[in-house]
């Protein structure tokens, strides 16, 4: 490809080559597309909340800081050391990294603060909806879905919920983009199964249910 950019493939059912999509470089690292990235990703993720789980974040911040302090002391002196008996010059070892922009742009701000403000009106807009019990079906699996997460908030605390998503982050992406014919095609069954139970609750309970136009205006008509 264009640019020096890696093509990667995969087998699909019949055991040809297929190209893998596009991602950016956050879904990249999800999907794994460079493995020591991820892997090194994912490790350091991993091994930080688990040391966050145990010890106070502060604890963790500090120590995490101080190793990576002493590691980028150590490279830097040896290489210095080494530029100095081998009589070469070649600059500074992080200068790749020290010339990196990593300043914000105005429109940048901008627009991560548009998106974040549609997302958060858009949940509070939703939370009204399903609490104000603007269509009873709604709000009736919005409860069930709650009383879910007190089993789920017995069972697990906040960090572990964290770690675990974590974990599903960098594995179920990828299991779906292995397996995503017989994954839709199972996913399709059981939507097909919650619309028609869904729609006999609605029959059941016609609380909030809107008539369809051609039945209002006949009744009119009467």
Do not use: C
């Amino acid at each position: 490809m264009a640019g020096g950019s890696k093509r990667y493939s995969r087998n699909n059912s019949n055991g040809n080559f297929q190209p893998l999509p596009e991602r950016g470089p956050v879904e990249s690292l999800i999907y794994w597309r460079d493995v020591k990235k991820s892997g090194i990703v994912f490790g350091a993720g991993l091994i930080t909340l688990v040391a966050i789980s145990s010890f106070s974040v502060i604890s963790v911040f500090a120590y995490l800081s101080l190793l990576t302090l002493f590691g980028t002391v150590a490279f830097r002196i040896f290489k210095s050391l080494t530029q100095a008996v081998q009589k070469t010059n070649e600059g500074h070892p992080f200068k790749e990294y020290l010339e990196l922009d990593l300043t914000l742009s105005h429109e940048k701000v901008q627009n991560i603060a548009g998106v974040a403000v549609a997302h958060i009106n858009g949940f509070i807009s939703e939370l009204r909806r399903l609490f104000l019990v603007e269509d009873i079906i709604d709000s009736i699996k919005f409860g069930v879905i709650l009383w879910a997460f007190t089993f789920v908030g017995a069972w697990f605390n906040g960090m572990t919920l964290v770690i675990l998503a974590f974990v599903s982050l960098f594995t179920l992406p990828k299991v779906y983009e292995n397996n995503k014919q017989s994954i839709d095609t199972y996913l399709d069954l059981v939507r097909s199964k919650l619309t028609e139970i869904t729609d006999k609750i609605r029959v059941a309970i016609p609380i909030g249910n809107k008539k369809p136009v051609a039945a209002a205006e006949s009744e009119k008509d009467k």
